[in-house]
């Protein structure tokens, strides 16, 4: 029989869950038309540059790929007997991948963004863009291995 507390439990599970994929996903599509905005603006100086700024535009598409691969990480965990505990702890993971992946995937847009630009000006500045806006991925990286050791602390 479920109580009220086990079914609390599940439903804050799958919040956590919910938030992870969502934020993340949003923070990627939000980072990913902001590059690509910056793209069709500089080709319109140089249409040679697209290679480089379709790599540079999909940088920030990561951080949605962090947050889809913590669901998978994670769902198992979310059970009919799932503990408060538990369900907390899954709360937790999605809050930080999910925010972390929001703020890093739109951040580094803008880095990207405006190596495009400078591309778009004739500038050769791919590679050291590119090493700049790696440094935002870092931190959703991080935000991706705290879901893994979450996972495994709570198994």
Known sequence: METAGTNAAFILGWIGI??????SGIGSAIGTVIG???SVAAMKKRDDIFANC???SALPGTQG????????ILQSIITPQITMLQ?????GAGLIMGMVGLISA???AKIVACGIESLGNGNDVF???LILGVFPELYAIIAF???FLISGAIQ
């Open 18 to 23: 919910f938030l992870m994929v969502a934020l």
């Open 36 to 38: 690509g905005s910056a």
């Open 54 to 56: 379709m790599i540079l």
């Open 65 to 72: 790929l962090y947050g889809f691969g913590a669901f998978f």
């Open 87 to 91: 369900a907390s702890a899954l709360l």
């Open 106 to 108: 739109i951040q580094q």
């Open 127 to 129: 590679t050291k863009t």
């Open 145 to 147: 291995a705290t879901s």
